[in-house]
């Protein structure tokens, strides 16, 4: 039994979700790779691409199994890379602007 269209765009949302903040949880490069230091801004901005990327991969995946893929122009990337970036304000903000102490 296959998914409905409903259940893959909350599967879509609640990933992108997930993804988007993952760089911010954690110390370790794509959440598996050690490093010497501590990571920063750079290179969790590139981990958000990653992410983005992966995150775009599975939606691609979903909507192909549900039927035809839809074409998309810049506009559509341009609009989803801003929401996606909109969605890991909650990590950025726990991140870099809550005092930790430390």
Excluded: C, D
């Excluded at 269209?5 to 794509?30: D, E, K, T």
């Excluded at 691409?49 to 979903?62: K, N, P, R, S």
Aim: hydrophobic share 60%.
């Amino acid at each position: 039994m296959g998914m409905s269209q409903v259940g893959a765009i909350w599967l879509v949302v609640l990933l992108a979700l997930v993804a988007a903040n993952l760089p911010f949880a954690s110390q370790r490069l794509l959440l598996v790779i050690a490093l010497k230091q501590p990571k920063n801004l750079g290179v969790r901005l590139l981990e958000l691409i990653v992410f983005y990327l992966a995150v775009g991969g599975i939606a691609l995946w979903l909507e192909q199994r549900a039927g035809q893929i839809a074409p998309q122009n810049w506009e559509f990337y341009a609009i989803t890379a801003v929401l996606f970036i909109t969605l890991a304000f909650p990590g950025f903000v726990y991140r870099y602007l809550v005092r930790h102490n430390r």
